[in-house]
């Protein structure tokens, strides 16, 4: 199993920019893909981003590509997710994943508790 901890979201204006980090425990972070989710409210969850087990080869929805970039640091059981040129649109409650497809929705089976993203218009 995996525990993750997402933060770095907040209130950001259009435009912006912010970083979120996901610490993951254990020592199999690096057998795992991770993934960003997002939710915003009164909408399905959304599959953002995905980034393979060695960070190799990166999955990105067509709402964020261009503006978001997924990284990770397997020394640091850590994955980033950079967001630029945000929009109000990109509000959500944005969740880490790992799992072992990272390009398949359906295969994360460990979950963040979440980290709000306010982008102002």
């Given amino acids: 199993q995996v525990q ?3 933060s770095g979201g907040g209130l950001v204006q259009a435009g912006g ?8 425990s254990g020592r199999t972070f690096s057998r795992y893909a991770m993934g960003w989710f997002r939710q915003a409210p009164g909408k399905e969850r959304e599959f953002a981003v995905g980034i393979t087990q060695n960070g190799g080869v990166k999955y990105y929805a ?6 978001f970039t997924i990284s990770r640091d397997n020394a640091k059981n850590t994955v980033y997710l950079q967001m630029n040129s945000l929009k109000p649109e ?6 880490c994943a790992a799992g072992g497809s990272y390009n398949n929705k359906g295969e994360y089976d460990y979950w963040g508790q979440g980290t709000q993203v ?3 218009s």
């Fill in 4 to 6: 993750l901890v997402e």
């Fill in 17 to 24: 920019s912010l970083r979120l980090s996901c610490a993951a």
């Fill in 62 to 67: 067509d709402s964020v590509k261009g503006r």
């Fill in 90 to 95: 990109d509000t959500a409650v944005y969740y």
């Fill in 118 to 120: 306010t982008v102002s």
